[in-house]
């Protein structure tokens, strides 16, 4: 039989005191252990408080990013509005203002009394020069294409389709010029179109 399963002697006092000195060990140790969970634990509520403070001011801050941006968005919405209201008002103050003096020189060649036909003819061409020029300022052009031109289907409409000599698809006359503004059609050319030569 071993001394440490050999029964205590309470008589014997070396016995004892070491049996008691066991005991102390033992008691500190577990008061240790007790005492390092709650450490643990703290330690442990902290870094999560640090990490929840942390992703906190993360959300404030992405919230407000967020509305900035929102605010930043309907600022640059209100101002494309303001601009597209704009370009319509003084896009068509521009090209009224362009066709004012027009009018006027129509309306003094009508004023005047007893002219001759080369004097008419003289006004009316000069009104005209007025007009195209009017028209060139506020990029409206003309679209006139010529005999024997390819019939293009973005700019011509074809009213008819005649026999002629001219190879298929091209423009035989024109009935009307047609016009674009800044590129974009306003009014097709109305032509007329060959089918072809004709049969013999």
């Given at each position: 039989m071993s001394k440490q399963n050999e029964p205590l002697d309470p008589k014997d006092d070396k016995q004892v005191a070491k049996a008691s000195e066991s005991a102390d060990e033992v008691l500190?140790?577990?008061?240790?252990?007790?005492?390092?969970?709650?450490?643990?634990?703290?330690?442990?509520a902290e870094a999560l408080a640090a990490k929840l403070e942390e992703a906190q001011a993360q959300v404030a801050q992405y919230y407000e990013e967020l509305l900035r941006a929102k605010a930043e968005?309907?600022?640059?919405?209100?101002?494309?509005?303001?601009?597209?209201?704009?370009?319509?008002?003084?896009?068509?103050?521009?090209?009224?203002?362009?066709?004012?003096?027009?009018?006027?020189?129509?309306?003094?060649?009508?004023?005047?009394?007893?002219?001759?036909?080369?004097?008419?003819?003289s006004g009316v061409e000069a009104t005209l020069k007025q007009l195209v020029g009017a028209f060139e300022r506020n990029q409206l052009k003309e679209v006139a294409p010529a005999e024997g031109d390819k019939f293009d289907p973005n700019l011509h409409q074809a009213i008819s389709s005649v026999p002629s000599d001219l190879p298929e698809g091209a423009v035989v006359q024109m009935l009307q010029k047609g016009y674009t503004i800044a590129d974009r059609v306003l009014r097709p050319a109305l032509v007329a179109v060959s089918s072809g030569k004709p049969a013999q």
């Open positions: 500190s140790e577990g008061e240790g252990a007790a005492d390092a969970e709650p450490a643990v634990e703290l330690e442990s968005t309907e600022n640059i919405r209100r101002r494309a509005q303001d601009d597209v209201a704009k370009a319509r008002k003084f896009g068509i103050e521009s090209f009224a203002e362009s066709l004012v003096p027009v009018k006027d020189s129509l309306e003094a060649a009508l004023g005047l009394k007893d002219q001759s036909p080369e004097a008419w003819q």
